[in-house]
């Protein structure tokens, strides 16, 4: 496992941008699955991107697609999520995750390390 700490959240207006930081600790990233979860009131945590550190594979949900940015640093061992074009139904708490498998998942299970989330309101 890997600590996991987010930060850059914050109340933002619609078609606003925004850029999520991600320190990890005590491993290097580089041979990790790395990936941005969130989690609005009421509903389910949802995968939002994610990115292979050592292959450079990287997917995102439909929702997010053409708007959201993930990116890593291995000089840092940070991850970012580059956010533009935020609208309201983007508020919600946002999650890093981190996994050395194997494979690029997209869903919460597949991911054994995780932070403690920053909050992100869009409203105007």
């Known amino acids: 496992q890997v600590e996991l700490r987010e930060s850059g959240g914050r109340l933002v207006k619609p078609g606003d941008s925004l850029r999520l930081s991600c320190a990890a600790f005590g491993r290097t990233l580089r041979i990790f699955n790395v990936a941005w979860f969130r989690q609005a009131p009421g509903r389910a945590r949802e995968f939002v991107a994610a990115?292979?550190?050592?292959?450079?594979?990287?997917d995102y949900s439909d929702s997010v697609k053409g708007r959201f940015t993930i990116s890593g640093d291995f000089a840092k061992n940070m991850v970012y999520l580059q956010m533009n074009n935020l609208q309201p139904e983007d508020t919600a708490v946002y999650y890093c995750?981190?996994?050395?498998?194997?494979?690029?998942?997209?869903?919460?299970?597949?991911?054994?390390?995780w932070g403690q989330g920053t909050q992100v309101t869009v409203s105007s």
């Open positions: 995750a981190a996994d050395p498998g194997q494979v690029l998942g997209v869903r919460a299970g597949d991911y054994s390390s």
């Open positions: 990115q292979s550190m050592s292959s450079g594979t990287i």
